[in-house]
Structures are given as structure tokens and as C-alpha cells.
T-cell receptor, first 118, second 113 residues
Framework: AQKITQTQPGMFVQEKEAVTLDCTYDTSDPSYGLFWYKQPSSGEMIFLIY??????QNATEGRYSLNFQKARKSANLVISASQLGDSAMYFC???????????????FGQGTILTVHP | DTAVSQTPKYLVTQMGNDKSIKCEQNLGHDTMYWYKQDSKKFLKIMFS???????INETVPNRFSPKSPDKAHLNLHINSLELGDSAVYFC????????????FGPGTRLTVL
């Protein structure tokens, strides 16, 4: 079974509107971290936001927020007030603690290509 | 003042050659990683090093050999390159091995002809 699933290969949004990118995960580890990264067409991987499994509140970073629903095992990224520069591929990733044996390994989803229209 | 840097950015070479990719981080992090992104954009970890010690070797062919001369550098040497090695290779680093955000370098696009 896939550990991280991003079911939307592509998403479109109008400039200035909000968009939600879906991410579901699968783990039996009580301690884990969830990350979102942005990969623009230039190719670099840019860290956006982090949510720990024990965090009580949803993470926010500027226009990015993470809608963390632990019981549903979902960690959706919400981008508010989309900008043309938000057009990129977005990856959800998980780091499991695995009793201290995961050694920092990130497992990535397949990615979602977001296109922002003017 | 780039945080995680990689050289070269592009590498085009013939099958059978040996090549190296260098990675340096100036963040003072203890842990460094190599990831491979294939043609379908799927990212998978290859190695992680913590304080110059190999921690993860994720079933990578032994033609790939990472080397960490110090905790700020993690190089990737690839012997006998094959067509299937064509990919983008990302270096990343984090403060510790277990709980911190990983920051990625710009990537090295390797093309094997």
C-alpha cells in the first residue's frame, strides 16, 4: 500500500482564489511528521510547511495552511489568494519515527501540478 | 550564501563512465541525504549520513557510493553509469536525523547517453 497518496494529478485555480491540494497517508506509527514541498519548473525543491502528528493546531505559514485531520489520515495543503508564481508541482511527504529507526527518511507522494490562471 | 549547493547542475555522459556529484551545506546541519527523482517525478531516498556516518542505504546498487569527508559535504560517486541512472539527484540536509525539516539543494540533472 502506498504510504502517501496524492489523488489529484493536476489542479487549476483562478488567481486570487484559494485552492486545496489533497494528501492522505498511511502509517501505524504514532509519531510522524508531514511536509509539503513546492517544485517550480526551475526544478528546486522548496519547503513550505510542516505538521507534527502530536501538534494540536493546524500549521500555517503565510498563505499556506495545512488542514490536518488525523483520524482521516489526511494532510491537505490550502493555498489562499493564489498567485501566478504558485504554479508548480506540489509534493506531500511523510517522515515516520518508526521507533527511532526511520533515520529521517522522507516518503513522498506522486505530486500534484497546480496551474494558476490569470 | 546558498544553503545547500550541488555541482554540477547538469551532467551529460556516456554509458559506462564514472561520475561524481558534489553537495555542500553551510547550515551547520548534522545530517545529509541523497534523493533520486525519476522521469515521472517520483522522489525516493537513496542514502542518509549523520555526522559523516552512513545511516540509510535504501537498496541502491553498489555502483552508487556516497562519501562524506566532513559533515558539511556529501558527495555521490556513480560507477559504470547505465541508461536507467538518468534522473535528477537531490542533496538535502537537516539539523538532526530524526525530527527536522530537510532542506534541498537545487538538484543535478544526470543524463546518460
Amino acid at each position: 500500500a502506498q504510504k502517501i497518496t496524492q489523488t489529484q494529478p493536476g489542479m487549476f485555480v483562478q488567481e486570487k482564489e484559494a485552492v486545496t491540494l489533497d494528501c492522505t497517508y498511511d502509517t501505524s506509527d504514532p509519531s510522524y511528521g508531514l511536509f509539503w514541498y513546492k517544485q517550480p519548473s526551475s526544478g528546486e525543491m522548496i519547503f513550505l510547511i510542516y505538521q507534527g502528528s502530536y501538534d494540536q493546531q493546524n500549521a500555517t505559514e503565510g498563505r499556506y495552511s495545512l488542514n490536518f485531520q488525523k483520524a482521516r489520515k489526511s494532510a491537505n495543503l490550502v493555498i489562499s489568494a493564489s498567485q501566478l508564481g504558485d504554479s508548480a508541482m506540489y509534493f506531500c511527504a511523510m517522515r515516520e519515527n518508526a521507533g527511532g529507526t526511520s533515520y529521517g527518511k522522507l516518503t513522498f507522494g506522486q505530486g500534484t501540478i497546480l496551474t494558476v490562471h490569470p | 550564501d546558498t544553503a545547500v549547493s550541488q555541482t554540477p547542475k547538469y551532467l551529460v555522459t556516456q554509458m559506462g563512465n564514472d561520475k561524481s556529484i558534489k553537495c555542500e551545506q553551510n547550515l551547520g546541519h548534522d545530517t545529509m541525504y541523497w534523493y533520486k527523482q525519476d522521469s515521472k517525478k517520483f522522489l525516493k531516498i537513496m542514502f542518509s549520513y549523520n555526522n559523516k556516518e552512513l545511516i540509510i542505504n535504501e537498496t541502491v546498487p553498489n555502483r552508487f557510493s556516497p562519501k562524506s569527508p566532513d559533515k558539511a559535504h556529501l558527495n555521490l560517486h556513480i560507477n559504470s553509469l547505465e541508461l536507467g541512472d538518468s534522473a535528477v539527484y537531490f542533496c538535502a540536509s537537516s539539523w538532526t536525523i530524526s525530527t527536522d525539516t530537510q532542506y534541498f539543494g537545487p538538484g543535478t540533472r544526470l543524463t546518460v547517453l
